[in-house]
């Protein structure tokens, strides 16, 4: 058996460079040929496939993600199967280890598969939400006016954010840029998990709690959300800005410098047509996924239950 390292590492600087070198790109987006794991083969790492169909005739010892695609498992799969807008083909020699998630498609699994986590489909989530959408959809060209105008204003507030952010938490900002740095590929994956767990969470309680606990929640997760999201973002501006200066130009400059210089990449990348949507939908995954990681710069756990007496009890004087 060869070993085939089908690692997709998503990171934004890296889409920089495609944008830069694919000026076809939308003419393109439809004829991507699908991302395959070849019979015999092994992916040790994340196996992420963007626009694209995505095939797992070998092994994938990690998860394997497919946004705005479908994915077919014909082998075994040693973490979760999601699906953000497409199916999840299951053929009879699937395994799958974790869960097999899927937002607006469907779970197609024949006799024979195995799935040893959950299995969830909502087949009518919009896609909008599956692939955080940026920029206005307002049926105009990429091109209109409008459209271009609203970009820009929506850089002007991102570099408004970005100075705040750097003023008032630039320690932790940099600690979750380095996460970024680290790992993007992880934080892709943890970002994507992240917000699927959100979107279950408000779906299933919405569904049968929409009135008394839904809609709040859902305005709670929707904060939240946003919140990942714009903390995450700048992070990545950053990283973007440091990896550009510091490691391509070899030259040194202060820690706000990098982030402003990374939005300034991303933005022109923002202005091109599909390429500038895929590639701030990654970021956008890869900053949430940092930020959960390190807890907004803080690298605390979540959810610390050890107490002063070490038997989950509050100690006693």
Known sequence: MRTC????EIVSWGLAAVACLSATAPSLAQ????????KGSVARQEVVALGRDLVVAGEAMSDVVSISGSTRVEGPVGGDVIVLGGDALLSETARIDGDVFVLGGRVEAEPGAQIEGRSVSYPTVSSAWLTLMEGPSLGLSAGSPLVLGAKLALMAAWLALTLLLFATSGRQLLETSESVQANPGRNFVTGVAGVLAMLLTALFFSAFAAAIVGIPLLILVVLLALMLKLWGMVSVFHATGYWLVAR??????????YALFG?????????????GTWTWTVATFIGVGSTLTTKFGRREPWFDLEVPDGRGFPARS
């Open 248 to 257: 391509v130009f070899r030259k040194r400059a202060l820690p706000l410098n």
């Open 5 to 8: 390292r089908h690692r997709v």
């Open 31 to 38: 004829d991507l040929p699908a991302i395959v794991v070849e």
């Open 263 to 275: 939005l300034l990449v991303l933005g022109a990348i923002k202005l091109v047509p599909w390429v």
